[in-house]
């Protein structure tokens, strides 16, 4: 079954051959990300923060296409539940993309993504200073 899709819901810098800039400047295909390029523009760059994120919990939502995931976050282990889109990539520590449906991750990114499970560690970067400025 097909569902309506709104431009807004999709993620663009998924779709296979989208350029990620990296903090080096270095231009870098989506699919051809690895750990390292996460952790050396964290390590170059004071504005963001490499978080890491341990899978804990998977929950099928009401809403088809969406599961509920529970992340286990930063030093102090705080429980964090996302909702999320069944094709929605995440960056697992030493690995690649996964997602819950990989077969999904395919058909919208075209994006070869592995089985996302409990127990694995996504990271991401983030704005170091959200809200403040100098």
């Known amino acids: 079954q097909q569902h309506p899709s709104s431009t807004s819901s999709h993620h663009t810098h998924f ?3 989208s350029l990620i800039q990296l903090a080096s400047g ?8 690895e750990t390292e ?8 760059n004071q504005d963001v923060t ?3 994120s341990t899978l804990v919990k998977i929950e099928t939502q009401g809403a088809l296409g969406c599961v509920a995931l529970t992340f286990r976050v930063g030093r102090e282990n705080l429980a964090v539940t996302v909702s999320a889109a069944e094709d929605h990539p995440f960056f697992v520590y030493g690995s690649s993309w996964s997602s819950i449906s990989p077969s999904l991750s395919m058909a919208r990114y075209n994006l ?9 560690v996504c990271i991401s970067l983030t704005n170091s200073h959200p809200r403040s400025r100098m």
């Open 37 to 44: 390029d996460f952790v050396s523009s964290a390590r170059s």
């Open 112 to 120: 070869s993504c592995s089985q996302l499970s409990l127990g694995d």
């Open 15 to 17: 779709h296979k051959g």
């Open 50 to 52: 490499l978080d890491h």
């Open 26 to 33: 270095q231009m870098k295909k989506v699919e051809d990300l």
